[in-house]
Structures are given as C-alpha cells and as structure tokens.
C-alpha cells in the first residue's frame, strides 16, 4: 500500500522508521509546511492540494493536534486515514471526522500504539479473563518532565488550540489505556494546577481526577510534566477481590508486581515503540482487507476525548 504523511515532525519520524520493515507499505510521499531536506524515493511537498493529488491507500497525519480535524477531513477525499492521538480536540470534531469517513467509504483509525506493548497485551488478557475477580481499586500515576527547552523549540506545544492540554499530548494513552481495559467511565471531580510553567503553557502542567468505572470499580489518575531534571514513571495499580497488579516504568511497560489468585506472574519481551507502531499499520491494513484486526478505531479515538473533555469540565 502507498503512504503519505501529512506532517514531518518528530511523531512522523517515528512512523517512517516503524513502516520501513514493513514490506506491505512504501511512504511515497510527504506534506509539510517547511521545506524537507530529501528523502530517498519519497516526494515532498509545501502545497497539501498537491500532495492530495497523489496516488494514496493510506494517509496518516502527524501534525499538531488542532490540525487533526482539517486534515483528516482533507485526507478522507483521497483514502483511509491514520490519525495521531488525540483524533481531535472535542468529540464534536472527532464525530465530523466519523461522519465524513462514512460519506466517503473511508476507513479511520486513531495511533494508540500502547494498546499493542507486550505489558498492554498481558493486562488486556487477565481483565477479559476477569482473573482480578471483581474490580475495587485503580490508581494511575503518570509523573514526567517537559522543560522549557521542550516548549521553545515548539510554536504548537502548550498552546491550547493547537496543544489542547497535559492530558491530550502528554498522557492520552493512558487514558486510553483504561478505556479500552475496562470501558467508559464517569468523572467524579478534578483539579488542576500550573506549578512551573507558567510562561510556557496555557494550561495545566499537573492535574488529579477521580472517577468510577462503568463496569465496576472506582480510581484515581493523577499526573505532572514537573518532575525535576527527567521523566519518573507512568504506573498503573489494580486491586480486584482475586489479586493485585502494578505496572510500571517510565512507559509503564513492566510488571512490577502481580499477587493474582492462579496466575503466575508474566515473562514478556521488552517494550519496543516502533514495533508498536507497526502493528498500528498492520491492523490498518487488515482491517481494509476485511481481515480479523485488533485496530484502534475512530469511535474510540472519540471516546478517549470524551473523557479528556469530561475531566476539563472542571477547569
């Protein structure tokens, strides 16, 4: 399949290295504002009309989050669309884009690579398994650091518009996470605070919410990017009436602790990004083959912001 991208940050770099050991993809071409230094066998482009004009199967986007919507939109005229996280900055954005993939007959999928780490998988096995019993207690610490260096070099980064917020650029995954381990959830209450970064940010550089499950259960996620000099950790606890779990790492891609009635604790390969990222592409493409796939659909894209957008309810 032909793959354009649409942007050419660090986020589609990333992408690039994680497609070019798949066979089944070439990249072919590029759209970016800014001129791009050459690219083997990959035309560029300042012009995205040009860019449209493209033979394309596949078009990811990978420009700041406000873009999400113009361009997703502006790539369902031409072929299926792989969207960054977040899908868009409000549900009611992310439902144009669902709308216009129908009117099309254009498939979207949101980049939610977390969902495929050995740790992700392994969690996402024992909660269908129901190996935790009945659910009590979930408790996630996302706890990292994003300096002024981070925000200069950056006309998107911590603008609302463009950014969106902590909870949108930095720890959408996690938030996903949680969905899609054990659905939609109510938010109880929140709070937020601007700790160090008040010349950087137009928002909230740390922030706590609670909330209960729909399926059972309730927790707490808190979060900052003002951990000193470097990131700590992104962890999640599980406490259940049949065992404990704790994943940690700064990634939150090992088991630190796992205490389950009749299951031993896991042995799982290290965590690879990129090779999280291929399988985004490869259940893409499955997907647009008709084939079994576990790909991240666009519905839930919308429902990870609909939880972003209940939790800045109480901005």
Same mark, same amino acid.
């Given at each position: 399949?032909?793959?354009?991208?649409?942007?050419?940050?660090?986020?589609?770099?990333?992408?690039?290295?994680?497609?070019?050991?798949?066979?089944?993809? +070439?990249?072919?071409?590029? $759209?970016?504002?800014?001129?791009?230094?050459?690219?083997?066998?990959?035309?560029?482009?300042?012009?995205?009309?040009?860019?449209?004009?493209?033979?394309?199967?596949?078009? @990811?986007?990978?420009?700041?989050?406000?873009?999400? &919507?113009?361009? %997703?939109?502006?790539?369902?005229?031409?072929?299926?669309?792989?969207?960054?996280?977040?899908?868009?900055?409000?549900?009611?954005?992310? +439902?144009?884009?669902?709308? %216009?993939?129908?009117?099309?007959?254009?498939?979207?999928?949101?980049?939610?690579? #977390?969902?495929?780490?050995?740790?992700?998988?392994?969690?996402?096995?024992?909660? +269908?398994?129901?190996?935790?019993?009945?659910?009590?207690?979930?408790?996630?610490?996302? /706890?990292?650091?994003?300096?002024?260096? $981070?925000?200069?070099?950056?006309?998107?980064?911590?603008? %609302?518009?463009?950014?969106? =917020?902590? &909870?949108?650029?930095?720890?959408?995954? $996690?938030?996903?996470?949680?969905?899609?381990?054990?659905?939609?959830?109510?938010? &109880? #209450?929140?709070?937020?605070? #601007?700790?160090?970064?008040?010349?950087?940010?137009?928002?909230?550089?740390?922030?706590?919410?609670?909330?209960?499950?729909? @399926?059972? =259960?309730? =927790?707490?996620?808190?979060?900052?990017?003002?951990? $000193?000099?470097? !990131?700590?950790?992104? *962890?999640?606890?599980?406490?259940?009436?049949? =065992?404990?779990?704790?994943?940690?790492?700064?990634?939150?891609?090992?088991?630190?602790?796992? #205490?389950? !009635?009749?299951?031993?604790?896991?042995?799982?390969?290290?965590?690879? !990004?990129?090779?999280?990222?291929?399988?985004?592409? &490869?259940?893409?493409?499955?997907?647009?083959?008709?084939?079994?796939?576990?790909?991240? %659909?666009?519905?839930?894209?919308?429902?990870?912001?609909?939880?972003?957008?209940?939790? /800045? *309810?109480?901005?």
């Amino acid at each position: 399949m032909k793959l354009g991208i649409i942007g050419y940050g660090n986020i589609a770099k990333k992408h690039l290295a994680a497609v070019a050991e798949l066979p089944d993809i +070439q990249v072919t071409a590029i $759209y970016d504002k800014v001129d791009i230094d050459s690219l083997s066998g990959i035309k560029t482009f300042e012009d995205l009309n040009a860019f449209l004009k493209e033979d394309l199967d596949i078009i @990811s986007i990978c420009t700041p989050n406000g873009f999400h &919507l113009d361009h %997703s939109l502006a790539a369902l005229s031409r072929a299926a669309v792989i969207c960054e996280k977040p899908l868009a900055l409000t549900h009611v954005d992310c +439902q144009k884009i669902i709308d %216009s993939a129908r009117e099309t007959s254009k498939n979207v999928f949101c980049t939610m690579q #977390n969902r495929y780490s050995p740790v992700s998988q392994w969690l996402k096995k024992i909660t +269908q398994e129901k190996s935790l019993g009945e659910l009590y207690l979930v408790n996630v610490s996302c /706890y990292w650091n994003r300096n002024k260096n $981070y925000y200069a070099g950056s006309d998107w980064r911590g603008k %609302s518009a463009l950014d969106g =917020g902590t &909870l949108f650029t930095q720890f959408s995954h $996690y938030v996903d996470t949680l969905y899609w381990l054990f659905g939609d959830m109510k938010i &109880l #209450n929140a709070n937020f605070s #601007n700790f160090d970064h008040d010349e950087m940010i137009e928002f909230e550089d740390t922030g706590i919410f609670n909330f209960t499950l729909d @399926s059972g =259960g309730m =927790g707490t996620f808190s979060y900052t990017t003002s951990c $000193y000099e470097k !990131n700590f950790e992104s *962890s999640l606890t599980l406490i259940g009436s049949q =065992g404990t779990v704790k994943v940690a790492g700064q990634y939150m891609d090992r088991v630190e602790y796992c #205490n389950i !009635n009749g299951v031993e604790p896991p042995t799982l390969t290290a965590n690879d !990004n990129l090779a999280n990222i291929r399988e985004v592409y &490869l259940n893409a493409i499955a997907h647009i083959n008709g084939l079994k796939s576990n790909a991240c %659909s666009a519905e839930d894209g919308m429902a990870v912001v609909k939880i972003i957008e209940e939790v /800045y *309810s109480y901005r």
